[in-house]
């Protein structure tokens, strides 16, 4: 386990953390003052390996060379010049530090780290992190890595569980949940569930996987909850009348999957960031990596069940009404996650991808994203 303490002084910032694979959501901006809850799990960081916040170049002010040594193969709007390799952890977390007031920036509702480190290290009052909070984010601090320092410290750090485990013991990651926002958890009389934000997150993250393993050819996902999140997609941006390519879920707990599958939707290690591989053939097929939350709702979805009847029905008669609470639109994946995984995939030089990514980039619109 480790704590971070300040460069400057060596004070302690955080409480004993042990680390952990960043979400897939860490960048992600939700709907429009949505209240979303925070990224980091209590006890745990996650480090960002991409350069995070200003100051930004253009992307016509960037050598295409210099894009490629940053892991970046197609345009973008913007480049931050930001120092990699942050480490984010949870707001309840952090120890000795004040906040910033001069440093809040513009955000809509809270405080949105723009403006570069808002929390200060309580003993030397060097800049050391950036509080996050506004609407639509994520809530999290995200530590300078030039102004702290990770020190080990004595503890009794789990080995991370075997995948045999996380199957059975994983916690699932329900596709639909409420979502707050600043005008309450529920506007209007017609109540409903939104799309959850890490399944539209997860989802823009493997359609950008499922676009590269297509090899521009149709792709066939398996039918239910794994149809309703990628087949729409996948069928709108692919052209038809060719041979298509078969995609399955495969992974810990599920049979080997057979020779036939050219793409295996697998889940993520949530500590290792490990990719699950199957340990026989078909060694060729492209694994398209999925939070092991999502996974495990897709592998094992839980139904509605009807509930027993009250009032003037019979005690075991079995009800089906109210019918559950569903979005009012069909799933969407998240544009900034698919397009921040994308570019940073080599085979998005191909033509026909780059003409996907340009198309949506400069405001087509087909209701996918």
């Known amino acids: 386990m480790f704590v971070f303490v300040c460069a400057g002084c060596g004070s302690e910032l955080t409480v004993p953390l042990s680390q952990v694979s960043l979400p897939i959501h860490a960048r992600q901006k939700y709907g429009n003052g949505a209240q979303l809850p925070v990224l980091m799990e209590s006890g745990t960081f ?8 200003g100051p930004w170049r253009m992307w016509d002010e960037i050598d295409p060379g210099e894009a490629e040594a940053r892991g970046i ?4 709007r913007a480049l931050s010049d930001g120092t990699p390799g942050a480490s984010l952890i949870a707001p ?7 906040l910033i007031p001069e440093n809040r920036g513009t955000a809509c509702c809270g405080l949105d780290g723009a403006d570069g480190p808002n ?6 009052d060097l800049p050391v992190a950036a509080r996050i909070d506004d609407c639509s984010l994520w809530q999290a601090v995200r530590l300078s890595p030039d102004a702290v320092r990770r020190v ?7 080995a991370p569980l075997s995948w045999a485990e996380l199957a059975e013991k994983g916690e699932k990651a329900p596709p639909f949940e409420p ?22 997150a997860a989802a823009g993250h493997a359609l950008a996987h499922l676009l590269v393993a297509s090899r521009g050819q149709p792709v066939e ?5 794994t149809a309703d999140v990628f087949q729409r997609a996948l069928d709108s941006l692919l052209p038809a009348g060719l041979p298509e390519r078969r995609a399955v879920l495969a992974g810990p707990g599920r049979p080997s999957p057979d020779a036939g599958a050219d793409i295996l939707l697998v889940p993520v290690h949530p500590r290792t960031g490990e990719t699950w591989s199957p340990a026989g053939p078909p060694a060729s097929a492209y694994r398209v990596p999925l939070p092991l939350g999502v996974w495990l709702w897709l592998d094992s979805p839980q139904p509605y069940l009807p509930v027993p009847a009250t009032g003037r029905i019979p005690r075991d008669v079995l009800r089906d009404d109210p019918l559950p609470l569903l979005p009012h639109h069909l799933f969407r994946a998240d544009w900034q996650t698919f397009q921040h995984t994308l570019v940073r995939l080599p085979a998005v030089r ?3 991808l780059r003409t996907i990514l340009d198309d949506f980039a400069q405001g087509a619109s087909t209701g996918l994203f």
């Open 46 to 53: 996650a480090v960002d390996p991409d350069p995070w916040g």
């Open 73 to 76: 193969y197609a345009p973008v």
């Open 92 to 98: 309840g977390d952090i120890r000795g530090t004040r």
């Open 119 to 124: 929390m200060a290290c309580g003993t030397c």
């Open 152 to 158: 080990p410290v004595d503890g009794v750090l789990a």
């Open 179 to 200: 979502i707050s926002t600043w005008a309450g958890p529920w506007v209007g009389s017609n109540r409903s569930l939104s799309w959850s934000p890490q399944w539209e």
């Open 221 to 225: 996902v398996p039918d239910g909850l």
């Open 350 to 352: 191909s033509p026909w």
